[in-house]
């Protein structure tokens, strides 16, 4: 089997999805693939382009020098609330680009990704923070949650109650995470319009993926993985073979609980 990226759309260092890549870090691409074997064609997109949704004072949360488990953990979601702020346009700007943005693109490509000849592959790139244990407010884990009643409609409704409680100022007292929580909200309604569009189109394979704790620029380079690393489940799900999972949560290379 050989690989190329054979067109490139919003590709500004594109190429840092691949892993032999030292660039700093990974944006989004429409790629290519074939199998001598089996003559197939096949077509892909990984959207990667992601904002925090936070305005941060860098020098205080380096002054803090939380470890890396109790960042990830969200343990410090308190400790951290005076040096990691968001406002209302920081957390429209953070669902736009993270949500709205690749559903545009991907609404965008779908017939090109139509096109080939044994399944699309879509990777969308997702974070830990997405996952639904993670979510105090049990209604807003099943609207997300349950795939049976899953529609775009019920995304963009738990996307405007969040964003009015943002207004209000009541995400903790309606059930919100604390930790980063435009950014948490974008991930999860990615993750849920992925197991849609997967539903929809079930002969492609469309999946989401937490790269890992990466450093770049998103995390103010706390993370601790190299970015040939985080690469690694992003490209696994760009190239899977056919009969592969589609509407699945990986951490990294492995399947996991959304
Ligand atoms: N790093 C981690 O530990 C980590 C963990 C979990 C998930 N992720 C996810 O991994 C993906 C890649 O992030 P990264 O860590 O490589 O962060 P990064 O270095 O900050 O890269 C994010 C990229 O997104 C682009 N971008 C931001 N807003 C955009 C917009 N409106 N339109 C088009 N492009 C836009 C940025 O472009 P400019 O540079 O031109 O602004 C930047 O190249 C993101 O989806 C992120 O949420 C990262």
Redesign the pocket.
Known sequence: MWCSISSTC?T??AS?LWPTSSA?????LIFSFSSQNLGSYILGQV??????GVIIDEDGLKAMNIDPASWLSGKVANLVQGVVKHSYESSQ?CL???YY?CKRVTEALLPLLQLSTSGARIV??????SELRRIPSEKTRKELGDLDTLTEEKIDGVIKRFLHDVKEDSLEANGWSIMLPP?SV??ASLNAYTRVLAKKYPNMCINCV??????????WH??T?T?EE?ARG?VMLALLPEGSPTGCYFDQTEIAEF
């Open positions: 919003w500004r260092k840092t700093t870090n990974l944006d989004g959207n990667n382009a992601g904002a925090s700007l736009n680009t993270n943005g969308n790139v997702s974070s830990l923070r950014y974008s991930k937490h790269p890992g704790y990466v450093n770049t620029d998103l995390n706390t993370g993985m970015t985080g992003p």
